[in-house]
C-alpha cells in the first residue's frame, strides 16, 4: 500500500544532542510537511516542501531544519534539543488540489521523540 | 488568516448514543474543512473533507458532517458510537486557493465512550 513511513517510532536523544527524524513516502505526492504536535495540543506546522522550495513558517525557531534530498524523502533536523522539543513529530504529504479540489493530507505515524 | 474552533476539548457518549462534535471555522474566502481522527500515538487520520461540493459530506466509519455556511460550521455527527470511535478529532481548515495546500488544525476534541 502507498503510504507515508516515519522512522524511528520512538526517539530518544540526550539535551543538546542533534537528532534527525525520517519520513518517506511512496505517494509520489508533491508537498511534504512537518508538523510538531505536543501533548493534548493541536498539531503545529513547522515547515513544508513544495517540490524543491522549502517553506519555513515564521514562528518556527531556527533549531529546527529540514532537507528532501528527492520526492520520496523528508528529513527533521533538530540541532540542539531542548526539553522543550520533546513532542510527537508527524510528517505529512499531500498532493495539490486541482480545478480548486485538495485531496487533504497522508500523515505518518509520528515519531515520538523524548529529550533527556 | 483562516481558523477552526472546536468547542469542548472532552466528550463523552454512551455506546449507540449519538455523536456530535462541534467545529466553527473562520475564513474570508470559501474554505476547504477536513476533520481528522487521531488513536493513541498515531499519526492522523482522515474522517472526510468538504471541498465545495456536496455540503452534507460521508465519511469513513459512519461519520458524517454537514457544511453550514450561515452558521459557519462543520459539525461532525455520528447516529450511534461505538466503543472503538474514542480518540481525538481534529477539525482543520485550508485555503482554497494554491490547491489547498496548508491546513491549520484546530485544538481537539477528545471523544470517550462509555458503556
Known amino acids: 500500500d502507498a503510504m507515508v513511513i516515519q522512522n524511528p517510532r520512538y526517539q530518544v536523544t540526550q539535551f543538546g544532542k542533534p537528532v534527525t527524524l525520517s519520513c518517506s513516502q511512496t505517494l509520489n505526492h508533491n508537498v511534504m510537511y512537518w508538523y510538531q504536535q505536543k501533548s493534548s495540543q493541536a498539531p503545529k506546522l513547522l515547515f513544508h516542501?513544495?517540490?524543491?522550495?522549502?517553506?519555513n513558517e515564521a514562528d518556527t525557531p531556527d533549531n529546527f531544519q529540514s532537507r528532501r534530498p528527492n520526492t520520496s524523502f523528508c528529513f527533521l533536523d533538530i540541532r540542539s534539543p531542548g526539553l522543550g522539543d520533546a513532542a510527537m513529530y508527524l510528517c505529512?504529504?499531500?498532493?495539490?488540489?486541482?480545478?480548486?479540489?485538495?485531496?487533504?493530507?497522508?500523515f505518518g505515524s509520528g515519531t515520538r521523540l523524548t529529550v533527556v | 488568516a483562516q481558523s477552526v474552533t472546536q468547542l469542548g476539548s472532552h466528550v463523552s457518549v454512551s455506546e449507540g448514543a449519538l455523536v456530535l462534535l462541534r467545529c466553527n471555522y473562520s475564513?474570508?474566502?470559501?474554505?476547504?474543512l477536513f476533520w481528522y481522527v487521531q488513536y493513541p500515538n498515531q499519526g492522523l487520520q482522515l474522517l472526510l473533507k468538504?471541498?465545495?461540493?456536496?455540503?452534507l459530506v460521508k465519511g469513513i466509519n459512519g461519520f458524517e458532517a454537514e457544511f453550514k455556511k450561515s452558521e459557519t460550521s462543520f459539525h461532525l455527527t455520528k447516529p450511534s458510537a461505538h466503543m472503538s470511535d474514542a480518540a481525538e478529532y481534529f477539525c482543520a481548515v485550508s485555503d482554497p486557493r494554491g490547491g489547498g495546500n496548508k491546513l491549520t488544525f484546530g485544538t481537539g476534541t477528545q471523544l470517550k465512550v462509555e458503556l
Open positions: 516542501y513544495y517540490d524543491k522550495d522549502f517553506n
Open positions: 468538504y471541498t465545495s461540493a456536496a455540503t
Open positions: 505529512a504529504t499531500s498532493r495539490p488540489g486541482r480545478q480548486g479540489r485538495s485531496d487533504g493530507y497522508t
Open positions: 475564513s474570508s474566502v470559501p474554505p476547504y
